[in-house]
T-cell receptor, first 114, second 115 residues
């Protein structure tokens, strides 16, 4: 069975500092990996995804994540965060074996302080 | 505007009183699903539907029912709610049925409290 683990439940950081949100997955088959963001009182929105090809994927608002097969990780990074990045971030995995079922990590709350 | 809508957004009810949470999408998506979100547990899938009249259990289906009579609607039914069903519920849809690679589009959520 696939599992997705987000190693930090909360990450406080000052504005303009770099940030890394950690995600590890376990799977014995080809994986699809996503990061979704949930702003306060809203539903989840896709931030970026890895399906195949280049292991480095980027979002339009400066986040990037790298698929690392040897370390089974898909960490999310941003070199300089803004107050508006304050949200909860979910790492999500899917696999060819699991049909359309997705496995969610427990979420990481990013708190950007001025 | 492409969207997934849910109603109601907030609901407080009592144990045993049947309720329905509606979900509708206007993107002609085949796949729809329901999740519950609990602190520290992320989202867990309750039920999903590949297409009209095709539904199946997710990870935590106990105490819930669904139906898919029309492509756009996927209501979640709690026949006899209990306090452990107090949670934040999300409906989601995606275009491709049976593909874990597809982007999910989420509704705004329904916060349910069962007293």
């Amino acid at each position: 069975a696939q599992s997705v683990t987000q190693l930090d439940s909360q990450v406080p950081v000052f504005e303009e500092a770099p940030v890394e949100l950690r995600c590890n997955y376990s799977s014995s088959v080809s994986v699809y990996l996503f990061w979704y963001v949930q702003y306060p009182n809203q539903g989840l929105q896709l931030l970026l995804k890895y399906l195949s090809g280049s292991t480095l994927v980027e979002s339009i608002n400066g986040f990037e994540a790298e698929f690392n097969k040897s370390q089974t990780s898909f960490h999310l990074r941003k070199p300089s965060v803004h107050i508006s990045d304050t949200a909860e971030y979910f790492c999500v995995g899917g696999s060819m074996n699991a049909g359309n079922m997705l496995t969610f990590g427990g979420g990481t709350r990013l708190m950007v302080k001025p | 505007e492409a969207q997934v809508t849910q109603n109601p957004r907030y609901l407080i009810t009592v144990t045993g009183k049947k309720l329905t949470v509606t979900c509708s999408q206007n993107m002609n998506h085949e796949y729809m699903s329901w999740y519950r979100q609990d602190p520290g547990l992320g989202l867990r899938q309750i039920y999903y539907s590949m297409n009209v009249e095709v539904t199946d259990k997710g990870d935590v289906p106990e105490g819930y029912k669904v139906s898919r009579k029309e492509k756009r609607n996927f209501p979640l039914i709690l026949e006899s709610p209990s306090p452990n069903q107090t949670s934040l519920y999300f409906c989601a849809s995606s275009a491709i049925s049976g593909g874990a690679s597809d982007t999910q589009y989420f509704g705004p959520g329904t916060r349910l409290t069962v007293l």
